[in-house]
T-cell receptor, first 111, second 114 residues
Framework: EDQVTQSPEALRLQEGESSSLNCSYTVSGLRGLFWYRQDPGKGPEFLFT???AGEEKEKERLKATLTKKESFLHITAPKPEDSATYLC????????????FGQGTELSVKP | DAGVTQSPTHLIKTRGQHVTLRCSPISGHKSVSWYQQVLGQGPQFIFQYYEKEERGRGNFPDRFSARQFPNYSSELNVNALLLGDSALYLCASSFITGDTGELFFGEGSRLTVL
């Protein structure tokens, strides 16, 4: 069964304290792995797509990496405005446009 | 440019009632997907429509149905509401189907079933 597990469920950081979020997945024929950001009361906002092991993508203080079994979202010197829930999702090769989401990691960055 | 718009934003229903949620995709986007997000969980796939045809269905009972109109807007219908249907219902659009996970989400319709 295709599955996505994120850890930790919640993460509290001080401003400037770098850390990583983990996304472990099992999927039949990975077509892509995606990171989204979700603010309270809002819909998810697309961040990155990763397609193959070894691939990396960067955007401001965020860097996403991919291996054959997991992905990491590295946050460097976070700011309070980075506080949000970060969702990981996978797209399987035989399931069209369906995304399978993890439960998310709620990140809180304190000044 | 307008993003994905959903209506209503909030609604309260009682058990056994029926609800219709509406979604207008980004202009030019032909694929619409529906997701259910229960508090504290990630979104769960319900349906995908492309060019007015159903292209995928998640593990939801037949009480859930949807359709897409010629202008690519979409409706999600839920019959015989249960307490467990309380959730944020998200609509997402993309230009094409199946080839990208870069979905553009609306802000959702918050359904409370009493």
């Amino acid at each position: 069964e295709d599955q996505v597990t994120q850890s930790p469920e919640a993460l509290r950081l001080q401003e400037g304290e770098s850390s990583s979020l983990n996304c472990s997945y099992t999927v039949s024929g990975l077509r892509g792995l995606f990171w989204y950001r979700q603010d309270p009361g809002k819909g998810p906002e697309f961040l990155f797509t990763l397609y193959s092991a070894g691939e990396e993508k960067e955007k401001e203080r965020l860097k996403a990496t991919l291996t054959k079994k997991e992905s990491f979202l590295h946050i460097t010197a976070p700011k309070p405005e980075d506080s949000a829930t970060y969702l990981c999702a996978v797209q399987a090769g035989n399931q069209g446009g369906k995304l399978i989401f993890g439960q998310g990691t709620e990140l809180s960055v304190k000044p | 440019d307008a993003g994905v718009t959903q209506s209503p934003t909030h609604l309260i229903k009682t058990r056994g009632q029926h609800v219709t949620l509406r979604c207008s995709p980004i202009s030019g986007h032909k694929s619409v997907s529906w997701y259910q997000q229960v508090l504290g969980q990630g979104p769960q796939f319900i349906f995908q429509y492309y060019e007015k045809e159903e292209r995928g269905r998640g593990n939801f009972p037949d009480r859930f149905s949807a359709r897409q109109f010629p202008n690519y807007s979409s409706e999600l219908n839920v019959n015989a509401l249960l307490l467990g249907d309380s959730a944020l219902y998200l609509c997402a659009s993309s230009f094409i189907t199946g080839d990208t996970g870069e979905l553009f989400f609306g802000e959702g319709s918050r359904l409370t079933v009493l």
